[in-house]
């Protein structure tokens, strides 16, 4: 075996499992691994000097191929279903096997990477990878320790990642040729099949979510966060789904970012998971998403995207591929990022959702029942497709704002959050960056300068002191005033100029949650319970 780079001298390859390959190129410098992308014929340099690669066949996530090994670890703690999809130790060991014997004969490239810029609850990481640029995916979207730290460094969690490795379904226990598997008895993730880099992300991020709570009572959250310029701890959290404005609102030049995707709450404060952004470049542009647009330059990498013909600009527009088109880059290319990203206790949590049925206020508060209602839910809504005619807007829910990565029951993450309520009198909004004055088709979106606005007022107090009135259906506390915001705005009801088509439609959409929420009403306490919309016939 030829090996080349900063190698730990305490745990090689065979500590975990691989005996022999044909090179191991370890900790790689970006400038190296972009060298290394271009000989292999991986990507091509953009006008800016980021990497452009396509990720083949899968553009995006694969939830259907994604497995847990069902073992005594996670028999009973695992919330089985369509989303953690069972696998057996047996089939997982075989499989493993295989994979080891095929990259006997393989250039590998070697990361040791953390997740977690805590390092109480930190994570060390070994990636090995097939390919260079997922090598430097993993350099920009894991934390990067120190190269004296290298020398000694003992992962406590591997991935193995080799997209040419394609499964046998009928031997190997999974759907398709392409798999993402955790097992967190061996810490040991398999990914083949498939050259989506995200899989690397999130599998790490579904690890977290499972340990984090379990073992170290901290709550794992998929949301933004940023703090004050000064950095005296007025630290926010963002949850939304895509399409929502998480990333816009969140990246706010007068705050410090402290990370775009994923979190933990402790005792003391937030962290960020990650060491990098992984952000949507569809349609990007300087005016709109200032910092993302300058993060892409040499060591950032580009996915899936494609030139202005007869130039190396790329062409943010083009969905050629995908509109799934992506960047990832080391949180340092964003010039008020927060290092070590560590921000204090949370003061405001902002749950953001685009409503399409244009009947949740803009901005509004709500009490613990309702956050942990909410937050189980994890609503947003979406226009309609491109087929004719069609305008009703779709509901899509996701819990925790993050189902597809929760391995524990979503409850679980819910009580936390509101324990964490508790013991720090956190505010909760829920802020709408939808519709107004109807639905989608009739209404108009809600401006951006209005939602801005209605964000600072919460975090620096603006909204302490005004007078609020709880919604008829929801029950979330609707302010009187706001700040640079028109009053008129505020109420979704007096917008609509409509009162009997607005509260069939907000009946419609309570009628939605209430459906959504039985799978979990099991589990659910009183106080949850408590939370959910109240439809109100009488108004119709």
């Not at 091509?44 to 996530?61: E, H, I, Q």
């Not at 040991?188 to 880099?197: F, P, Q």
């Not at 340092?332 to 685009?354: M, Q, R, Y």
Request: charged share 25%; hydrophobic share 35%.
């Amino acid at each position: 075996m030829k090996e080349f780079g900063l190698k730990s001298s305490k745990a090689g390859l065979e500590s975990i499992g691989i005996q022999k390959v044909a090179e191991a190129h370890w900790n790689l410098t970006p400038a190296e691994l972009t060298e290394h992308a271009l000989a292999n014929k991986e990507g091509v340099l953009t006008s800016t000097g980021a990497l452009m690669c396509d990720t083949g066949k899968f553009t995006g996530r694969s939830p259907k191929d994604k497995f847990i090994v069902k073992d005594a670890k996670t028999a009973d703690k695992v919330w089985w279903g369509n989303i953690n999809i069972p696998f057996d130790e047996d089939k997982f060991d075989a499989l493993h096997q295989k994979m080891l014997k095929f990259l006997e004969d393989k250039k590998v490239y070697v990361r040791d990477a953390y997740a977690g810029a805590d390092k109480t609850y930190r994570l060390k990481l070994r990636v090995v990878n097939t390919h260079a640029w997922h090598n430097l995916f993993c350099y920009n979207m894991f934390l990067r320790p120190e190269t004296y730290k290298l020398k000694d460094f003992e992962p406590t969690f591997t991935i193995i990642n080799a997209p040419e490795f394609e499964a046998d379904p009928e031997v190997d226990g999974t759907r398709q040729k392409n798999f993402a598997i955790v097992n967190f008895t061996k810490n040991i993730i398999l990914i083949g099949g498939t050259g989506y880099a995200g899989e690397m992300k999130k599998g790490i991020f579904s690890v977290l979510n499972f340990t984090l709570p379990t073992d170290h009572n901290v709550l794992s959250m998929h949301c933004s966060a940023n703090m004050s310029e000064n950095r005296d701890g007025d630290t926010a959290v963002f949850f939304g789904l895509s399409g929502t404005g998480k990333t816009t609102l969140s990246a706010d030049e007068n705050r410090g970012l402290i990370g775009d995707d994923e979190h933990g709450w402790t005792e003391n404060g937030v962290f960020n998971f990650e060491g990098g952004c992984y952000a949507k470049t569809i349609d990007l542009t300087e005016e709109k998403e200032p910092q993302i647009y300058k993060a892409i330059k040499f060591g950032a990498i580009v996915e899936n995207t494609r030139f202005i013909p007869g130039t190396r600009e790329v062409d943010y527009t083009n969905t050629e591929v995908t509109e799934n088109t992506r960047t990832a880059y080391p949180i340092h290319h964003i010039n008020n990022a927060v290092e070590p990203s560590i921000g204090g206790i949370p003061k405001n949590i902002f749950f953001l959702t685009c409503d399409a049925y244009g009947v949740l206020p803009p901005i509004s508060k709500l009490n613990k029942g309702q956050a942990m209602y909410h937050f189980i839910s994890g609503y947003t809504a979406k226009v309609a497709g491109t087929e004719a005619g069609v305008t009703e807007p779709q509901t899509v829910f996701s819990a925790c704002f993050g189902a597809p990565f929760l391995p524990l029951h979503p409850t679980v993450y819910a009580e936390m959050l509101g324990k964490k309520m508790d013991e720090n009198k956190v505010n909760v909004w829920l802020v709408n960056t939808g519709w107004s004055g109807g639905p989608y088709g009739v209404g108009s979106r809600m401006k951006l300068k209005y939602t801005r606005a209605m964000i600072t007022a919460a975090l620096n107090g603006g909204l302490d002191e005004v007078g609020y009135r709880n919604h008829s259906i929801y029950g979330c506390a609707i302010p009187a005033t706001c700040p640079d915001v028109p009053s008129e705005v505020l109420s979704p009801r007096e917008t609509w100029k409509n009162d009997k088509g607005y509260y069939e439609m907000a009946n419609k959409l309570a009628t939605e949650f209430i459906e959504n929420f039985k799978k979990f009403e099991e589990f659910a306490n009183d106080e949850i319970m408590a939370g959910a919309p109240k439809p109100n016939l009488s108004k119709v």
